[in-house]
Each structure stands twice: as C-alpha cells, then as structure tokens.
C-alpha cells in the first residue's frame, strides 16, 4: 500500500481511495471544501511520486497541473508520494457525526431564498467552527450541502439559508413542502473554510449570493473574540444582481466593519458598487501585505477572485475559500 508523506505527517493511502478520504482515515487534517474537484480548496503539489485521477481536476488551472499541483479530493496513489498540502497547523476539527433534527422555523428571507432553523435534540453535543457546512439527508438518502449560518448552537438551533435551484429535488421540497417539525438529519460538521488567527491583520470577506451564510457566522465569530485577537479592520463584499439579493443588513451584526454592497445587474436608480465582488475590491486598491481574504459563494467568483487577487500580490496562503458547487442549475435570479 502507497505511504504518503507530507510535512504535516505520514499515512497509508489505498489506491482506490482519494488521498483526502486516505488522510481522514488516518486522522491526519487537509484542507478541503466540495469534494467534487471543482472548488480548488484542496489543492496540494506533487513533489515526487505518481497519482492517478478518480474525478476531472476542474478547480486546478492548466498551468498549476503543469507545475504539479493536485486536487487530493480527486486524487489516488500509484505509488509511495511526497506532496505538499496547506498546514491547518494547530486548528482541531471537530469530528463529523450524524444526527436527527426537526425543522423549528421557515423564512423566506428573498423570494428566492428561505431561512430554516434546524433544532437538534436536547441532549445531543454537536460541535462546529464558524464557516463549515453540513450535509443535510432527506428522503430517500437524498443529501445536499448547506453552510451553517450562526457560530454557535443557540438554544440547540443551527441556521441554513437556502437558494432555490431550478428543477431542485431539494428545492421543491424545502420552498413546497417543508414544515415546522419535518424529521430530517444531518451529517457535519464538514469543510475547513475557517477563521485562522488574524490578530491586527486586515481581513476582507467576498460573498455572493448565500455565501454569505458562512460569512455571517464568521464575523459574529468575529465579534466574540477578545480585544488581543482582533483583526486590524474587516471589510465585507456582498454581491448580486438586484438589490433584493441582498435580504439582510450586514451592518447589524458588525457595525465597524466596511460593508460594500455589490450589484452585478441593477436598476437606474442603483448608486453603490457595480460589478463583481473582487474587481470592486481591487479598485479600492488595498494593501495585500497583512491580509487575509476569505471568499464564498459560485465557483466562477472563486476562480476569478483567486486569481485577480494573487496576481495582485495575495499571498496564496492567505486565501480562503468554499465554493458553493450545485447539483442542479441555479434559479434565473440567483446571484452572481
């Protein structure tokens, strides 16, 4: 059986599983988002051995296959490897578990999207980090991911808000059908989009859409923290296309932070920001040397963002992201 090591540790890799699922066997922690090969969020470099593919690499550029860059998630040994992967370094993940929940309240927070609290059973512990997701399981084993969007168990109620999907298994359900008190469960917590230390740093977040969910936790994350622990500033981006995309105001839950609405497709009387999220945040012409960005929403923004900002000169090991990667095509009015 293949060793992979790393600097981070070493592990047994079966060759008919990725090197993310062989790592989470052995317990040892990569980064990683969608699973499907398409977000980039685990990305790691070859530095000698052979892989072979088990998904198409969509999230990798041809240019970083060329220089040896790898999904792990879409990845399986040859042979014995050494590879490079972003050390999480001392953050502890708490471990995935599967749990039933009731459905406590519906809102329709858009007319294309829903607010649901889940209400977890008054003795189960279920523990999660501001920015992970879980896998939400319906009938007949049909499962969807969905960022949680408060940082903490509240009277033991997670927050998802939900974007409807054209021709969605789980949309008919969750905007037709869903009530207070449906049974459902969850699996989770899963993802590594997460806050690392960012005392005195600059911090930007880049949403569209419902990637605001995660962003939402974070900065109410943000605002427990102690004063020793707190970042030097915080902007936040939010895009759409209308200004109804936009179905909270950020300010409420962050008031010193920079908040810069964003509108890809608005009306005449529209004054604020006009286009994409990360080409809004280059005109603004920050300073990338003590910062840290943190992205989520379509894969296209993610890509675009990613590469707009390191070319800028972004650290890369100082982007953050979770792609939201859809199993069904996204509503008309869905934000870009």
Not at 27 to 55: E, M
Request: proline residues 7%.
């Amino acid at each position: 059986m293949p060793i992979v090591t790393t600097q981070i540790a070493s592990f047994e890799a079966n060759a008919g599983s990725s090197l993310l699922d062989a790592a989470g066997a052995a317990s040892v922690q990569f980064p990683y988002s969608c699973k499907t090969g398409r977000c980039g969020s685990c990305r790691c470099k070859v530095v000698a051995g052979h892989t072979h593919a088990l998904l198409p690499e969509l999230g990798l550029t041809e240019q970083e296959k060329a220089d040896g860059w790898i999904l792990s998630c879409a990845r399986a040994a040859d042979t014995d490897l050494h590879i490079e992967v972003l050390d999480l370094g001392e953050l502890a993940l708490p471990p995935p578990r599967t749990l039933p929940c009731k459905i406590n309240t519906l809102q329709r927070l858009a007319p294309d999207v829903v607010g649901i609290q889940l209400r977890l059973p008054p003795s189960s512990v279920f523990e999660f980090l501001p920015g992970q997701y879980i896998d939400i399981i319906g009938k007949n084993g049909l499962r969807r991911s969905y960022s949680i969007a408060n940082p903490s168990l509240p009277n033991n109620t997670l927050e998802l808000h939900v974007r409807a999907m054209q021709d969605g298994e789980m949309t008919r359900y969750w905007f037709e059908d869903a009530k207070p008190e449906d049974v459902l469960r969850l699996h989770g917590p899963l993802g590594t989009f997460i806050l690392r230390a960012c005392s005195g740093m600059q911090l930007f977040f880049l949403a569209t859409g419902t990637g605001i969910a995660p962003v939402k936790a974070m900065l109410e994350a943000l605002s427990n923290l102690p004063s020793e622990q707190q970042p030097e500033s915080v902007t936040v981006l939010w895009g759409g296309r209308r200004q109804g995309d936009l179905y909270f105001d950020i300010k409420t839950l962050a008031p010193a932070a920079q908040f810069i609405p964003v509108l890809s497709r608005p009306d005449d009387a529209w004054r604020g920001a006009r286009g994409h999220v990360q080409d809004v945040l280059l005109a603004m012409q920050p300073d990338f040397s003590n910062a840290a960005v943190y992205a989520c929403g379509s894969d296209t923004m993610i890509h675009a963002a990613k590469a707009a900002l390191l070319h800028a000169g972004l650290p890369a090991r100082q982007f953050y992201s979770d792609a939201f990667v859809c199993s069904a095509k996204p509503a008309p009015n869905e934000g870009t």
